[in-house]
C-alpha cells in the first residue's frame, strides 16, 4: 500500500509538471480570488452589489499593478542607458581587489565580470513585458470568474469535503497567508526605499519593489532582493555605504520578518522549517519561478488537505512543526 501511495505521488508530481503552463494560470487566479474576496465582500457588507464592489476592488489592484509596473520598466530603461558607466565603474573595481589579492597570489577570474552582468536580462524581460500583461491579463479574468462564482463553488466543495471544519481553516488560513504577507512584503519594500533614498542610492523605488516581490519567497527571497542594492551602493559610493546598506537590509528584514510577521500569523502558517526549505525547491521545480513564490501557500494547502482525510492525516502532521 505504501509503494502504491509513493508511485501515485510520484505520477502526480510529474503530471503537475506536465500540466504546469496550465497550472499557473489557475492556480494564480485561485490564490489572488482568495486575496481580494474580502475586499470585495466589504463592499458587499455596506449594501453594493457584488458587481460593484468587485469593479472597485479590481481597479485597486489594477491601479497599484501598472503603478508597479511603470516604475520597474522606468527604471529598467533608465539602467540600460547607464548600464557601461556602471560596468566600467565594477571593471576598475575588480581591477583593484586583484591588485591587492596578487599580493597574497589570488584573483578574482574575469569571467565574474559577465557573470554579473545583467543587461542581457533586462532586455529579455523589457521584450517579454507584453507577455506578462497578456498573462496578467487571463489571470484577471479568472479572477472575475471565480469571484462572482465564490459562493457557488463554495457550496460544491464543501458537499465533497469530509470535514467542513477544516475546509473553513483552509480558507481562513489561506487568506489570513496573504492579507499579511502582503502587508509585510509592501512594509518591508517601503522601509528598504526610504533606507536607500536615505544614502541616495539610485533606483531605490525599484528596489523597493524587488524587495516586496522577493519576500513573498521564502527563505532566500529578502536575500535576493538585497544583492542588487548592495552592489549599486558599492558600485557608485564605496565599501563604506555599501556596509551600511547591508546592514540596513539586515535589519528591516529581521524585524519584519522575524518579529512583525510572525506576531501577526501567530499560528496561522503552523509548517516546519525545514518542510517550508524544501517546498521551495519542490514547488519550484514544479511551477518554476511563479512555485517559489507559492510554495508556503501551495504547502499549507496540501497539508490541510491531508488532513482533511484520515488515511493521509499523519502525512499531514509531519508536514506541522
Known amino acids: 500500500m505504501n509503494i502504491l501511495y509513493i ?3 510520484i505520477i502526480t508530481i510529474i503530471g503537475l509538471k506536465f500540466l504546469s503552463p496550465f497550472l499557473i494560470y489557475l492556480i494564480l487566479s485561485i490564490f489572488l480570488t482568495i486575496l481580494i474576496y474580502p475586499l470585495v465582500a466589504f463592499f458587499e457588507k455596506r449594501g453594493m452589489p457584488i458587481f460593484v464592489g468587485y469593479i472597485f476592488s479590481a481597479l485597486l489592484v489594477v491601479f497599484i499593478f501598472g ?11 533608465e539602467f540600460l542607458q547607464n548600464a557601461s558607466f556602471y560596468q566600467d565603474k565594477f571593471s576598475t573595481i575588480v581591477r583593484q581587489i586583484n591588485g591587492y589579492l596578487e599580493n597574497f597570489d589570488m584573483k578574482i577570474d574575469s569571467s565574474m565580470l559577465n557573470a554579473v552582468n545583467v543587461v542581457p536580462l533586462i532586455k529579455t524581460f523589457l521584450a517579454k513585458a507584453g507577455n506578462l500583461i497578456k498573462g496578467f491579463l487571463i489571470v484577471f479574468i479568472g479572477v472575475s ?13 464543501s458537499l465533497i469535503a469530509e470535514n467542513k471544519d477544516t475546509l473553513t481553516l483552509f ?20 522601509l528598504v526605499a526610504l533606507m536607500l533614498l536615505y544614502f541616495k542610492v539610485p533606483y531605490a523605488w525599484l ?14 527571497g529578502s536575500i535576493v532582493a538585497a544583492i542588487p542594492g548592495i552592489l549599486i551602493s558599492f ?23 522575524n518579529i512583525i ?9 503552523d509548517l516546519s522549517p525545514a518542510v517550508v526549505f524544501f517546498s521551495l525547491l519542490l514547488w519550484g521545480w514544479v511551477f518554476g519561478i511563479v512555485g517559489t513564490f507559492l510554495a508556503v501557500p501551495l504547502t499549507m494547502t496540501l497539508k490541510l488537505a491531508l488532513i482533511s482525510y484520515k488515511r493521509t492525516k499523519w502525512i499531514g502532521m509531519l508536514l506541522s512543526k
Open 261 to 269: 510577521e510572525p506576531k501577526l500569523m501567530g499560528d496561522g502558517l
Open 235 to 257: 558600485v557608485i559610493y564605496d565599501l563604506n555605504v555599501a556596509v551600511y546598506v547591508t546592514i540596513g537590509y539586515i535589519i528591516i528584514n529581521n524585524v519584519v520578518s
Open 207 to 220: 528596489l523597493g519593489i524587488m524587495a516586496f516581490i522577493f519576500n513573498f519567497i521564502p527563505v532566500v
Open 145 to 157: 470568474f471565480m469571484i462572482f462564482e465564490s459562493k457557488n463553488f463554495g457550496k460544491k466543495i
Open 7 to 9: 508511485a501515485a505521488t
Open 67 to 77: 503603478a508597479m509596473f511603470m516604475v520597474i520598466n522606468s527604471s529598467l530603461k
Open 171 to 190: 480558507f481562513k488560513n489561506i487568506q489570513k497567508y496573504f492579507v499579511i504577507k502582503t502587508f509585510t512584503s509592501a512594509l518591508t519594500g517601503l
